[in-house]
């Protein structure tokens, strides 16, 4: 696939980033990356959101609540 300024690629980039995208269009979507600065920001862009939003949510885990809430769901025990 041709990429080019009209081609709205961010679809794609949000499949790259969640894992959902076919093989033939990460590889036709990482040569745009590679060769198109306007591209690569957006890329960057959505790895940087991703990424924050990654962290947010593994700093906001409490792994005493989830072990008590196992327990209960297992033992019967609140």
């Known amino acids: 696939m041709e990429y080019n300024k009209k081609h709205p690629v961010h679809a794609l980039l949000v ?25 690569r920001c957006l890329w960057k862009s959505i790895c940087d959101m991703h990424a924050a ?5 593994f700093h906001s885990l409490d792994e005493g609540k989830a072990w008590e809430k196992m327990k209960a769901k297992t033992t019967g025990h609140k």
């Open 53 to 57: 939003r990654g962290g947010a949510f």
């Open 15 to 39: 499949e790259k980033i969640t894992g959902y995208i076919n093989p033939k269009d990460d590889l036709d979507l990482q040569r745009a990356i590679d060769s198109d600065e306007e591209i």
